[in-house]
């Protein structure tokens, strides 16, 4: 699992007044994939970009787009960030009535299709809904904003996930996490069962390319 570790900076600690140059600097030093925190306001206390700004992403760079929808109404909008050039989609598991035509829907649009969990959502809604994702975001802070500090239980919370889905034939789905990974504790993550690291300040703030490579260094070492 070690060896197959997927970087996914967040472009939510980008310049905002360059976010070209962010873009670049995700690419020059062989990121993964692009997150991006997709917020209304009202699921969360906090608003960031929508479509267009997505598409803009997009025409810049070949990398994945992830979009993390922190929305509300996912549904309403899943179509638009399909056509802004998303490849993998996120909704919350908290703001769905049907998730599993949510999923279907997601993926009949061809891009990989996510469910997310707050730090105090059981795992329960992740187990029922598994075998129809791609992968599992699990957060390690209450969304909203950028700079958390890592909740440190979230650790036992990965490892039932990545127990549930190797017992369950499920080895294949990806778990995600995001919020306050740094250097000094993805390994821990890692070895929790986590595979897609999201991180924003810890890669933003400061010298990039230093910081990705203190981050692979730790994840292999």
Do not use: W
């Not at 989609?89 to 996510?114: D, M, P, Q």
């Amino acid at each position: 699992m070690i060896n197959n570790v997927k970087i996914a900076p967040s472009l939510l600690s980008a310049n905002f007044a360059n976010l070209e140059k962010s873009v670049r600097l995700c690419e020059e030093n062989s990121a993964d994939i692009l997150h991006l925190d997709i917020m209304d306001g009202h699921f969360v206390p906090n608003i960031t970009f929508g479509p267009l700004v997505v598409s803009a992403i997009g025409r810049l760079t070949d990398l994945p787009l992830d979009c993390h929808l922190m929305i509300t109404d996912p549904d309403k909008y899943i179509a638009d960030f399909v056509e802004a050039g998303a490849d993998m989609i996120s909704v919350h598991v908290e703001t769905g009535f049907h998730l599993h035509r949510t999923i279907s829907t997601i993926k009949n649009y061809g891009c990989k299709a996510g469910i997310v969990l707050n730090p105090a959502t059981p795992l329960e809604y992740a187990f029922e809904a598994a075998e129809f994702c791609d992968f599992i975001l699990l957060m390690s802070v209450n969304p909203g904003f950028g700079g958390q500090s890592f909740i440190s239980s979230f650790l036992r919370r990965c490892e039932k996930l990545r127990s549930f889905l190797d017992n369950n034939n499920l080895a294949n789905i990806e778990i995600q996490v995001d919020g306050g990974i740094t250097p000094s504790n993805v390994r821990q993550v890692v070895e929790a069962g986590a595979n897609i690291i999201v991180a924003g300040s810890a890669l933003f703030n400061g010298d990039f390319r230093s910081n990705i490579e203190a981050f692979r260094r730790n994840i292999h070492e």
